[in-house]
């Protein structure tokens, strides 16, 4: 085998993959048709859950100084963040390069081959191993893995090759995106409705600013490239009355509200994620994290089989509970571009909505879904944080741990690894994951300090997945300690 894993596409989602592989000593080539990092960036934010992400294993502080905001809004209207938000809030004007160039930088640390300029072509599932035809200057190549993963986005050349069907709704509207210079636009941070259309404007630092323009109607185009500038400064004064004709075009590109996902994320030895198992209209920025998130999820698991430490039907469980998250994501979406372009016909449901946003129960709900704060996966009924993120928590290491060491929950989901919380110094506890410790971490520790929102009431011990989802609890799961351990991390020694 020339790697365990190939991945297709070095977009945020292939190399988030890419390092969570080698984060489980799992050996990984990442293809990619370009020879270089374009600069471009579809994507200028990082929802609150994946700052969480990013904090777990370290990678925040590689950012420099982010500015965050509690502040989002659902098709126009807005949400706060804040009742939700445990740690980080939003982070608004992280450009995609910026979260691309920490991510390779990451995973190349870690190991990762990853190979610019190689063009995917084709591939031939062998029903052990996957073989890969790839096309770069010098000709064409082949490659085998065990497993391929298509991270390659929207028009994604896996899902095509590996006959996966996609179902959904074709583009019914164009939208244009631009970054510029040398023009002064206030901030509209906030999709704006206005006559005829929607606009926003994002400042990005250095001068830039980021605008995005939909006017209702506008028929979707079949184009070879990205537009000219000249419509997109039409466009913009048709919607607002200001000429930006004479900024200096830095990017310019069209979308579309097409909403599809494929009907499974798995099939054989390939899998997807990312833009490759779902599109949709970007409203508020929640394609990337969703992909970031899908690779998260997938790595530790995939990881796992390819190790042999856990069988091959916990990949089942990467459909399971993804195929999932894309559907609500397909809907929320949806339902945004209703809202943000929809005609006065709409108005009537805009206002509705706004309303009922004023209660709290209401505001929740809707700041869930454009934060992915309701994001849950079925680990049992029970104690209410079953399935959900663990939420951060200093601790302080006692007994089996460093006397008196001050961590944070956060922290131990640096490695990768799940982790084994034990609360209440119980040996008897910790005697029953011993034929686990290869694959956790056991960590005897206290809360130390006030206990933040959402925490661990009456827990005694917690199990958690790699991936920051509680697994166990105790008291509050219906399984005992040992099945949990085996569904997520496979028989033991």
């Known amino acids: 085998?020339?790697?365990?894993?190939?991945?297709?596409?070095?977009?945020?989602?292939?190399?988030?993959?890419?390092?969570?592989?080698?984060?489980?000593?799992?050996?990984?080539?990442v293809l990619e048709r370009l020879p270089g990092r374009t600069g471009e960036s579809r994507g200028i934010g990082l929802a609150p859950r994946t700052m969480e992400v990013l904090d777990q294993r370290g990678l925040l502080g590689r950012f420099?100084?982010?500015?965050?905001?509690?502040?989002?809004?659902?098709?126009?209207?807005?949400?706060?963040?804040?009742?939700?938000?445990?740690?980080?809030?939003?982070a608004r004007t992280v450009p995609q390069s910026a979260t691309e160039t920490v991510l390779e930088d990451w995973a190349r640390e870690l190991g990762a081959d990853i190979r610019r300029?190689?063009?995917?072509?084709?591939?031939?599932?062998?029903?052990?191993?996957?073989?890969?035809?790839?096309?770069?200057?010098?000709g064409e190549q082949r490659l085998r893995a065990r497993y391929l993963v298509g991270c390659d986005g929207g028009r994604s050349a896996v899902r095509k090759e590996a006959g996966f069907d996609f179902p959904g709704t074709a583009a019914t509207t164009e939208m244009f995106l631009a970054d510029l210079r040398g023009?002064?636009?206030?901030?509209?941070?906030?999709?704006?409705?206005?006559?005829?259309?929607?606009?926003?404007?994002?400042?990005?630092?250095?001068?830039?600013?980021?605008?995005?323009?939909?006017?209702?109607?506008?028929?979707?185009?079949?184009?070879?490239?990205?537009?000219?500038?000249?419509?997109?400064?039409?466009?913009?004064?048709?919607?607002t009355g200001i000429d930006i004709a004479h900024a200096e075009p830095l990017w310019v590109s069209a979308f579309g509200d097409a909403t599809r996902q494929v009907t499974e994320y798995r099939r054989g030895r390939v899998l997807l994620a990312g833009d490759s198992a779902h599109i949709h209209l970007p409203a508020g920025g929640q394609g990337m994290n969703t992909g970031i998130q899908d690779a998260v999820n997938l790595g530790w698991k995939l990881a796992a089989v390819v190790r042999g430490t856990a069988p091959e039907t916990l990949l089942e469980t990467y459909h399971e509970e993804r195929h999932e998250i894309g559907r609500r994501l397909l809907a929320n979406t949806r339902a945004q571009s209703l809202l943000l372009l929809g005609g006065d016909e709409v108005q009537p449901l805009r206002d509705l909505l706004g309303e009922l946003a004023g209660f709290d129960e209401v505001a929740r709900y809707l700041a869930g879904r454009a934060g992915g704060f309701d994001i849950r996966y079925d680990a049992g009924s029970g104690h209410p944080l079953l399935?959900?993120?663990?939420?951060?928590?200093?601790?302080?290491?006692?007994?089996?741990g460093r006397p008196g060491r001050v961590t944070g929950s956060t922290e131990l989901l640096r490695a990768g690894r799940g982790v084994l919380l034990d609360l209440e110094d119980n040996p008897h506890l910790r005697r029953r994951a011993d034929g686990w410790t290869d694959r956790i971490d056991v960590v005897t520790a206290a809360p130390h300090g006030p206990a933040p929102r959402g925490a661990l009431e009456g827990a005694?011990?917690?199990?958690?997945?790699?991936?920051?989802?509680?697994?166990?609890?105790a008291p509050g799961s219906r399984h005992d300690l040992p099945m949990a351990l085996e569904r997520w991390f496979g028989p033991g020694r």
């Open 1 to 29: 085998m020339d790697a365990s894993v190939i991945i297709v596409g070095a977009g945020p989602a292939g190399l988030m993959l890419a390092g969570e592989l080698r984060l489980a000593g799992v050996g990984v080539i």
């Open 64 to 90: 420099g100084g982010i500015e965050t905001s509690e502040q989002g809004h659902f098709g126009g209207i807005p949400v706060d963040f804040g009742p939700l938000v445990a740690v980080h809030g939003a």
């Open 117 to 138: 300029g190689r063009e995917f072509v084709g591939l031939t599932d062998h029903g052990d191993h996957v073989e890969v035809r790839v096309r770069d200057s010098a």
């Open 183 to 239: 023009v002064d636009l206030e901030p509209r941070m906030v999709a704006d409705r206005v006559s005829g259309g929607m606009v926003m404007v994002n400042r990005l630092g250095d001068g830039i600013v980021r605008i995005v323009v939909g006017e209702r109607g506008a028929p979707p185009q079949r184009r070879d490239g990205p537009p000219a500038f000249s419509e997109v400064a039409d466009a913009w004064k048709r919607l």
């Open 387 to 400: 399935g959900m993120r663990m939420p951060h928590l200093e601790l302080e290491r006692t007994a089996a």
């Open 460 to 473: 005694a011990a917690v199990l958690v997945r790699p991936d920051g989802h509680v697994a166990w609890i």
